[in-house]
Protein backbone atom coordinates (compact mmCIF):
# COMPACT_ATOMS: atom_id res chain seq x y z
CA UNK A 1 0.00 0.00 0.00
CA UNK A 2 1.30 3.35 -0.95
CA UNK A 3 1.62 6.03 2.20
CA UNK A 4 0.52 9.55 1.12
CA UNK A 5 3.45 12.87 0.95
CA UNK A 6 2.06 13.45 4.80
CA UNK A 7 2.29 9.80 6.07
CA UNK A 8 5.60 9.00 4.63
CA UNK A 9 7.11 11.60 6.20
CA UNK A 10 6.39 11.42 9.70
CA UNK A 11 6.82 7.17 9.06
CA UNK A 12 10.52 8.27 7.85
CA UNK A 13 10.67 11.27 11.00
CA UNK A 14 9.21 8.44 13.62
CA UNK A 15 11.75 5.89 12.13
CA UNK A 16 14.54 7.61 12.66
CA UNK A 17 13.68 9.00 16.23
CA UNK A 18 13.20 5.15 16.87
CA UNK A 19 16.72 3.99 15.08
CA UNK A 20 17.73 6.70 17.44
CA UNK A 21 16.30 5.60 20.66
CA UNK A 22 17.82 2.13 20.02
CA UNK A 23 20.99 3.85 20.36
CA UNK A 24 20.77 5.47 23.59
CA UNK A 25 19.98 8.70 21.48
CA UNK A 26 17.27 11.44 22.84
CA UNK A 27 15.55 12.41 19.90
CA UNK A 28 12.70 14.79 19.90
CA UNK A 29 9.98 15.44 16.72
CA UNK A 30 9.73 18.76 15.53
CA UNK A 31 6.31 19.63 14.14
CA UNK A 32 5.01 21.70 11.09
CA UNK A 33 6.09 22.13 7.65
CA UNK A 34 7.75 24.98 7.11
CA UNK A 35 11.63 24.09 8.89
CA UNK A 36 14.51 22.88 8.14
CA UNK A 37 14.77 20.53 11.02
CA UNK A 38 12.83 17.16 11.88
CA UNK A 39 14.50 15.53 14.74
CA UNK A 40 16.58 17.39 17.43
CA UNK A 41 18.83 15.02 19.23
CA UNK A 42 20.58 16.30 23.10
CA UNK A 43 23.93 14.73 24.39
CA UNK A 44 26.12 15.04 26.97
CA UNK A 45 26.62 18.44 28.12
CA UNK A 46 23.63 19.58 26.36
CA UNK A 47 25.25 19.25 22.61
CA UNK A 48 22.17 18.94 19.92
CA UNK A 49 22.04 17.90 16.79
CA UNK A 50 19.87 18.64 14.46
CA UNK A 51 19.15 15.80 12.13
CA UNK A 52 16.86 16.47 8.26
CA UNK A 53 15.09 13.28 7.37
CA UNK A 54 13.51 12.65 3.24
CA UNK A 55 11.53 9.24 2.49
CA UNK A 56 11.07 7.35 -0.25
CA UNK A 57 8.87 4.14 -1.13
CA UNK A 58 9.80 4.89 -5.24
CA UNK A 59 13.28 4.91 -6.92
CA UNK A 60 14.60 7.91 -5.76
CA UNK A 61 14.42 10.67 -2.90
CA UNK A 62 12.87 13.31 -5.51
CA UNK A 63 14.19 17.09 -5.09
CA UNK A 64 16.39 17.21 -2.39
CA UNK A 65 17.82 20.28 -1.30
CA UNK A 66 20.60 19.30 1.27
CA UNK A 67 22.05 20.25 4.63
CA UNK A 68 24.39 22.91 5.80
CA UNK A 69 25.79 24.32 9.44
CA UNK A 70 27.11 22.47 12.21
CA UNK A 71 26.11 19.45 13.35
CA UNK A 72 23.42 18.93 11.16
CA UNK A 73 23.10 14.71 9.41
CA UNK A 74 20.38 14.15 6.87
CA UNK A 75 18.78 10.91 7.11
CA UNK A 76 17.52 9.65 3.93
CA UNK A 77 14.96 6.15 4.97
CA UNK A 78 14.05 3.72 2.28
CA UNK A 79 10.68 2.34 2.10
CA UNK A 80 10.69 1.09 -1.18
CA UNK A 81 9.82 -2.37 -1.29
CA UNK A 82 9.50 -2.71 2.04
CA UNK A 83 6.20 -4.51 3.44
CA UNK A 84 4.73 -2.65 6.47
CA UNK A 85 6.18 -5.45 8.72
CA UNK A 86 10.01 -4.82 7.43
CA UNK A 87 12.38 -2.44 8.63
CA UNK A 88 12.98 0.57 5.71
CA UNK A 89 16.60 1.14 4.64
CA UNK A 90 18.66 3.69 6.76
CA UNK A 91 21.02 6.27 4.73
CA UNK A 92 23.09 8.60 7.11
CA UNK A 93 24.87 11.63 5.76
CA UNK A 94 27.05 14.40 7.41
CA UNK A 95 26.75 17.90 5.85
CA UNK A 96 30.65 16.82 4.12
CA UNK A 97 29.21 13.49 2.83
CA UNK A 98 26.03 16.31 1.01
CA UNK A 99 28.52 18.21 -0.44
CA UNK A 100 30.72 15.49 -1.72
CA UNK A 101 28.04 13.35 -3.11
CA UNK A 102 26.55 16.85 -4.72
CA UNK A 103 29.78 17.99 -6.01
CA UNK A 104 30.28 14.36 -7.69
CA UNK A 105 26.85 14.76 -9.15
CA UNK A 106 27.79 18.16 -10.96
CA UNK A 107 30.71 16.85 -12.28
CA UNK A 108 29.13 13.86 -13.86
CA UNK A 109 26.18 16.04 -14.86
CA UNK A 110 28.58 18.51 -16.78
CA UNK A 111 30.56 16.18 -17.93
CA UNK A 112 27.57 14.52 -19.92
CA UNK A 113 25.99 17.53 -20.52
CA UNK A 114 28.14 20.43 -20.72
CA UNK A 115 25.21 23.26 -21.58
CA UNK A 116 23.95 22.10 -18.19
CA UNK A 117 24.95 24.87 -15.46
CA UNK A 118 24.70 23.65 -11.94
CA UNK A 119 25.88 25.62 -8.93
CA UNK A 120 25.69 24.79 -5.22
CA UNK A 121 24.35 28.33 -3.13
CA UNK A 122 25.64 29.29 0.22
CA UNK A 123 23.14 26.34 2.01
CA UNK A 124 24.74 23.28 0.01
CA UNK A 125 21.61 23.10 -2.48
CA UNK A 126 22.08 22.39 -5.47
CA UNK A 127 20.81 25.09 -8.38
CA UNK A 128 20.09 24.38 -12.38
CA UNK A 129 21.12 27.66 -13.84
CA UNK A 130 20.06 26.70 -16.77
CA UNK A 131 17.16 24.88 -16.09
CA UNK A 132 13.84 26.85 -14.91
CA UNK A 133 10.43 25.33 -13.53
CA UNK A 134 7.05 26.81 -13.87
CA UNK A 135 7.06 30.21 -12.68
CA UNK A 136 10.64 30.87 -14.65
CA UNK A 137 13.23 30.82 -11.41
CA UNK A 138 15.97 28.29 -11.71
CA UNK A 139 15.48 24.34 -10.53
CA UNK A 140 16.79 23.88 -6.91
CA UNK A 141 17.56 20.51 -5.55
CA UNK A 142 18.63 16.91 -7.19
CA UNK A 143 17.20 13.62 -6.91
CA UNK A 144 18.97 10.62 -4.86
CA UNK A 145 18.82 7.36 -5.43
CA UNK A 146 20.26 4.53 -3.09
CA UNK A 147 22.72 3.02 -5.27
CA UNK A 148 24.65 6.60 -5.47
CA UNK A 149 24.63 6.62 -1.32
CA UNK A 150 25.25 3.37 -0.93
CA UNK A 151 28.52 3.76 1.17
CA UNK A 152 26.21 5.79 3.70
CA UNK A 153 24.01 2.80 4.21
CA UNK A 154 23.28 2.34 8.19
CA UNK A 155 26.44 4.07 8.73
CA UNK A 156 24.53 5.08 12.63
CA UNK A 157 28.27 5.84 13.83
CA UNK A 158 28.29 9.06 12.48
CA UNK A 159 25.88 10.75 14.82
CA UNK A 160 27.02 8.30 18.05
CA UNK A 161 30.30 9.67 17.79
CA UNK A 162 28.85 12.95 17.13
CA UNK A 163 26.91 12.77 20.35
CA UNK A 164 30.18 11.54 21.95
CA UNK A 165 28.87 8.36 22.27
CA UNK A 166 30.98 5.42 22.41
CA UNK A 167 29.65 2.15 20.22
Known sequence: ?????????????????????????????????LKRTDLLILGEQNKM?????????????????????????LVFVDFAGKDECERPDFYILTVQDWIHYVGGQIAETTAKRPEKHIELDEHNVP???????????PYRGMGVRPAQIKQHKEQWGKIVQAMGHIE
Not at 49 to 68: A, D, F, M, S
Not at 130 to 136: D, F, K, L, M, Q
Open 127 to 137: IFVTEVNASGK
Open 49 to 73: LRIEVKGKQGREWPNCTGIYGENVF
Open 1 to 33: MKMSRDTLGLAAEYAVASELCRRNIYAQLTLGH
